[in-house]
């Protein structure tokens, strides 16, 4: 094996086992940042190591070994023995011993890891920027690329976020009771954030960004394997794979949008539908899982005529009780213009115009548009889909907008 195939197989193991390597020395040194450091310095140690003894038979468990030997020794250097057996609770003959611990311990190693990433002192980008640093091992060049932001912006925003999770001793734990439904929520809300972002972006030339879709889901299920009982946690798995089902339909050949009456339902992943069956029969009667039966009742549908929107507009109805929001409101007003007409929902959607949450928010006039054009309102509606492509960000949306607004081919 040649200095560049051995390079380049150090670095496909360490993008797969940097989680987990973090995840373990963050245990000994409960500092996500320093972790970082130490498992970036057994990437270097392998590079200038294996391309003379060849890569290692387990490549994964000497990362891990080789970071969590650099980590007692930090421990020992920057500690006293006797401060250090206070801190955490043991000798350092107890922390885990070079090669991997067994699954379990892993497993609780992930989840103290994305319980602190994700954790309610840092700001909401700050928590995605982190996560898909540490868990999802981007770099920070892949980060900046999938917001459309700086690598410094991004480079400075994760600096921070380290710093603040320091700065406030945030412990490396799995919290508990009250504590944990806070913070579950908050890690929940990161994945459904990083989602949604690369499903529908806001800004840019691309309507989806399909690796942050990836990313999310990807995180979603891992956090469903470890957290069996948490049935808000089956909730965004399954809301997370319908959504993710449709992704090959919703844009065409050149990439422009597709309106969901307009998809080819051939193409949604049918596989993807029945993982999201299989979590959602595990989920609960939360927020997440409510999205999810909504996006259940569009996967069961086989055609768009037999979408029960009489159904997605009770459960609408139900979220709004939950979670009460303008969103929400609007998406409800969208269902019953299918269940009852476009009549019955245009008072619901004139009155949302009035709160503040929605001023700027371009699905409004959107949507107004929509039930104007098929209440046979053209000129209305025509001004009401300029307004909401004056609003978007995103350069598709904006396209498909001005084409219903007449005003390109």
Known sequence: MTGADTA????????????????????????????????????????????????????????????????????????????????????????????????????DDLLRLIFTACHPVLAADARIALTLRLMGGLTTREIARA???????????????????????????????????????????????????????????????PALCEDALRLARLLSALMPDEPEVHGLAALLEFQASRTAARTGPDGEPVLLADQNRAGWNRMLIRRGIEALSRAGSGP??????????????????????AAIATLYGRLAELTPSPVVELNRAV?????????????????????????????????????????????????AFERAASLTANARERDLLLRRAGRRP
Request: charged share 25%; hydrophobic share 45%.
């Open 147 to 209: 917001f459309l932001a700086s690598e410094s912006t991004v480079a400075q925003r994760i600096v921070r976020a380290k710093r603040s999770l320091a700065k406030a001793g945030v412990p490396f734990e799995v919290p508990y009771g009250a504590d944990r439904e806070q913070r579950l929520a908050s890690v929940l809300e990161v994945i459904y954030l990083i989602f949604n972002e690369g499903y529908a972006a806001t800004s840019g030339d691309d309507l989806l960004r």
């Open 8 to 107: 380049q197989a150090v670095e496909t193991v360490f993008r797969i086992e940097s989680v987990r390597i973090i995840a373990a020395v963050a245990r000994i040194v409960r500092d996500v940042g320093i972790a970082e450091e130490l498992a970036q310095d057994a990437l270097v140690a392998a590079l200038e190591q294996w391309p003379a003894s060849g890569v290692a038979a387990n490549p994964g468990a000497w990362l891990t070994a080789t970071a969590t030997h650099r980590a007692i020794d930090l421990v020992r250097r920057k500690e006293t023995y006797a401060r250090k057996l206070a801190e955490v609770g043991r000798t350092l003959e107890d922390v885990p011993p070079p090669e991997p611990a067994g699954p379990d311990d892993i497993d």
């Open 335 to 383: 269902a019953v213009s299918m269940a009852e007409g476009p009549g019955a929902a245009l008072p619901l959607v004139d009155a949302l115009a009035q709160d503040p949450a929605l001023r700027g928010y371009h699905l409004l006039p959107s949507v107004r548009g929509d039930l104007l054009e098929r209440l046979g309102r053209p000129e209305e509606a025509r001004a």
């Open 288 to 309: 997440y899982a409510l999205q999810a039966a909504i996006a259940g009742c569009h996967a069961r549908a086989v055609r768009y005529e037999d979408t029960d929107w």
